[in-house]
């Protein structure tokens, strides 16, 4: 069974600071997502990384996937309040012909001005 | 283009009824995929539905089915409804299945509460 974990859980910070959330497995994916995900709503597609060792940057956001494909880490720099939500990553199995995502736990972020 | 489309967005349920909800891909996409979320387990793959025939299904009870129609719209049905049953049921959609790199965009989802 494919797993991903992810950390930390919870985060609360203070506007300005910088954070780092990881994801990490076992298995090695064809492909990883970030989504954000706000209350009430579904996730939003934040980026999709494919190759090991990529690294995409989305403002403030920097997104890195590692060599191996097994792992991958959200870096968000002088966060702000309207980074506040639900990031999670999920993989996309490599070894079946599926568009199945395996989702981490999930991360909370509170950024507080 | 318009997103992905789910109906309703909120309902209400009572024990033993049972329920369908409906799911609009994105124009052009053939995938689609349904998934619970509740805070005590997160997001969990339902199935996928790729040229309406079912491609992977979860490990949930047969009360859970789906189809997928000609035009790549989707439904779920949920029959004789739990308590647990109670959750955000989401709806993505992809161009095509298994494809590396392929991207997955999800609908706002549906709020289902069963009494």
């Known amino acids: 069974t494919q797993l991903l974990e992810q950390s930390p859980q919870f985060l609360s910070i203070q506007e300005g600071e910088n954070l780092t959330v990881y994801c990490n497995s076992s298995?090695?994916?064809?492909?990883l997502q970030w989504y954000r995900q706000e209350p009430g709503e579904g996730p939003v597609l934040l980026v999709t990384?494919?190759?090991?060792?990529e690294v995409k940057k989305l403002k403030r956001l920097t997104f890195q996937f590692g060599d191996a494909r097994k792992d991958s880490s959200l870096h968000i720099t002088a966060a702000q309040p309207g980074d506040t939500g639900l990031y999670l990553c999920?993989?996309?199995?490599?070894?079946?012909?599926?568009?199945?995502?395996?989702f981490g736990q999930g991360t909370t972020l509170q950024v507080k001005p | 283009k318009a997103g992905v489309t789910q109906t309703p967005r909120y309902l209400i349920k009572t024990r033993g009824q049972q329920v369908t909800l409906s799911c609009s891909p994105i124009?052009?996409?053939?995938?689609v995929s349904w998934y619970q979320q509740t805070p005590g387990q997160g997001l969990q793959f339902l199935f996928e539905y790729f040229s309406e025939t079912q491609r992977n299904k979860g490990n949930f009870p047969g009360r859970f089915s789906g189809r997928q129609f000609s035009n790549s719209r989707s439904e779920m049905n949920v029959s004789t409804l739990e308590l647990g049953d109670s959750a955000l049921y989401l709806c993505?959609?992809?161009?095509?299945?298994?494809?590396?790199?392929?991207?997955?965009?999800f609908g706002e989802g549906s709020w289902l509460t069963v009494v």
């Open positions: 298995s090695v994916f064809s492909s």
């Open positions: 124009s052009g996409h053939r995938s």
């Open positions: 990384v494919v190759t090991g060792g």
């Open positions: 993505a959609s992809s161009l095509a299945a298994g494809s590396s790199g392929n991207t997955i965009y």
């Open positions: 999920a993989g996309l199995s490599r070894s079946s012909n599926t568009g199945k995502l395996i």
